[in-house]
């Protein structure tokens, strides 16, 4: 469907949910008024009015901060020759850049990267990492409540790289591409919310964990490579998925602890699969019903069985209810 906003409204509807997300996160401990703002307006490394001294001076100032940048209009290239340590209650805000329009114009060049440890409560939104040559575009480690929010991760090993105990991470609207790993996570993480982001082009995973992960995903693009499936959180996608008409180009998932029940898209108009995967043999009972009431397609589906449940879609709106194990979930599906 065509969108019916100007870019100028989608600009202001941009930075309305902009400033709604920083109210929301900042307001949970301290009123937005205390927040104190720090500028970038120099393009170097370090000294002062470089990102790195607006960090330093956060992490030497209690409560809250927010980082913008001024340094001239347009896109700006920054240097980044080392790691670049992000303390708690910092907010980095891209979107600030004069002339923003909805893509970063905060781009970073060098062998560095961003690094989160021991943190809570930290914001990235419109940040450009895809240029850097470090593995990694953005390393985690035990953070809570940490948002990267609409940045390009592309271009590395790992577009995250999560390790140890993390909780409440959120990542929306992001560019993954060229990673071997989109989003790593090692070691036990919950509550990650991981909606609208693209990912393309991996040598291997999407999404990938080394233990538990309590994971929500929605609206999320998986684009395959040449043909071939990326694995999206242990959920392969068998050669029997990549030679059909359904492929990985858009994926909807609902999690039951371990399994996996995935909704695909294909590339073909009207072509929609279901697929069922976990560590060992289960059923999982799924009925898909139109907006009218009618019931299009119900059945069992096996875990780990190869099996493609292959449906043709009529343009409308549908609810998919899954039951796994006593709990049911559903997913609401727009056909267009």
């Given at each position: 469907m065509k969108s019916c906003f100007t870019p100028q409204a989608k600009v202001f509807w941009a930075k309305t949910l902009h400033q709604l997300s920083l109210f929301l996160i900042f307001t949970l401990s301290v009123n937005l008024l205390t927040a104190r703002t720090y500028y970038v307006t120099y393009s170097g490394d370090s000294g002062t009015g470089s990102l790195r001294h607006a960090l330093n001076l956060a992490a030497n100032s209690p409560g809250e901060d927010i980082i913008e940048f001024s340094i001239g209009s347009g896109v700006q290239y920054l240097e980044l020759s080392q790691p670049l340590f992000v303390p708690s209650g910092v907010f980095i805000d891209g979107m600030s850049q004069p002339g923003y329009t909805g893509l970063p114009l905060i781009h970073f060049i060098g062998s560095g990267y961003i690094r989160i440890e021991n943190a809570e409560q930290v914001v990235i939104e419109s940040l450009d990492l895809s240029e850097t040559s470090s593995d990694y575009a953005i390393w985690l480690k035990d953070v809570y409540n940490c948002s990267v929010l609409h940045s390009n991760l592309s271009g590395?090993?790992?577009?995250?790289?999560?390790?140890?105990?993390?909780?409440?991470?959120?990542?929306?609207?992001?560019?993954?591409?060229?990673?071997?790993?989109?989003?790593?996570?090692?070691?036990?993480?919950?509550?990650?919310?991981?909606?609208?982001?693209?990912?393309?082009?991996?040598?291997?995973?999407?999404?990938?964990?080394?233990?538990?992960?309590?994971?929500?995903?929605?609206?999320?693009?998986?684009?395959?490579?040449?043909?071939?499936?990326?694995?999206v959180i242990g959920l392969p996608l068998e050669h029997k998925v990549?030679?059909?008409?359904?492929?990985?180009?858009?994926?909807?998932?609902?999690?039951?602890?371990?399994?996996?029940?995935?909704?695909?898209?294909?590339?073909?108009?009207?072509?929609?699969?279901?697929?069922?995967?976990?560590?060992?043999?289960?059923?999982?009972d799924y009925m898909l019903v139109h907006s009218s009431g009618r019931v299009v397609v119900s059945g069992k589906i096996e875990a780990n069985s190869n099996e493609l449940v292959k449906l043709a879609l009529e343009p409308g709106e549908y609810n998919l209810f899954v039951r796994c194990g006593g709990g049911v979930k559903m997913l609401e599906v727009i056909a267009d």
């Amino acid at each position: 469907m065509k969108s019916c906003f100007t870019p100028q409204a989608k600009v202001f509807w941009a930075k309305t949910l902009h400033q709604l997300s920083l109210f929301l996160i900042f307001t949970l401990s301290v009123n937005l008024l205390t927040a104190r703002t720090y500028y970038v307006t120099y393009s170097g490394d370090s000294g002062t009015g470089s990102l790195r001294h607006a960090l330093n001076l956060a992490a030497n100032s209690p409560g809250e901060d927010i980082i913008e940048f001024s340094i001239g209009s347009g896109v700006q290239y920054l240097e980044l020759s080392q790691p670049l340590f992000v303390p708690s209650g910092v907010f980095i805000d891209g979107m600030s850049q004069p002339g923003y329009t909805g893509l970063p114009l905060i781009h970073f060049i060098g062998s560095g990267y961003i690094r989160i440890e021991n943190a809570e409560q930290v914001v990235i939104e419109s940040l450009d990492l895809s240029e850097t040559s470090s593995d990694y575009a953005i390393w985690l480690k035990d953070v809570y409540n940490c948002s990267v929010l609409h940045s390009n991760l592309s271009g590395h090993k790992y577009g995250v790289f999560s390790q140890a105990k993390s909780a409440a991470c959120h990542f929306v609207g992001n560019r993954i591409y060229g990673c071997d790993y989109g989003i790593y996570v090692e070691g036990p993480h919950q509550d990650m919310l991981v909606a609208d982001n693209d990912f393309a082009s991996f040598l291997n995973e999407g999404i990938y964990s080394t233990d538990r992960l309590l994971v929500e995903l929605d609206g999320n693009k998986f684009h395959s490579q040449n043909g071939i499936g990326s694995r999206v959180i242990g959920l392969p996608l068998e050669h029997k998925v990549k030679e059909s008409p359904v492929s990985s180009s858009r994926v909807r998932m609902l999690r039951f602890d371990a399994y996996t029940f995935a909704l695909l898209k294909g590339e073909n108009e009207k072509s929609y699969g279901l697929i069922f995967s976990g560590p060992a043999q289960k059923v999982a009972d799924y009925m898909l019903v139109h907006s009218s009431g009618r019931v299009v397609v119900s059945g069992k589906i096996e875990a780990n069985s190869n099996e493609l449940v292959k449906l043709a879609l009529e343009p409308g709106e549908y609810n998919l209810f899954v039951r796994c194990g006593g709990g049911v979930k559903m997913l609401e599906v727009i056909a267009d």
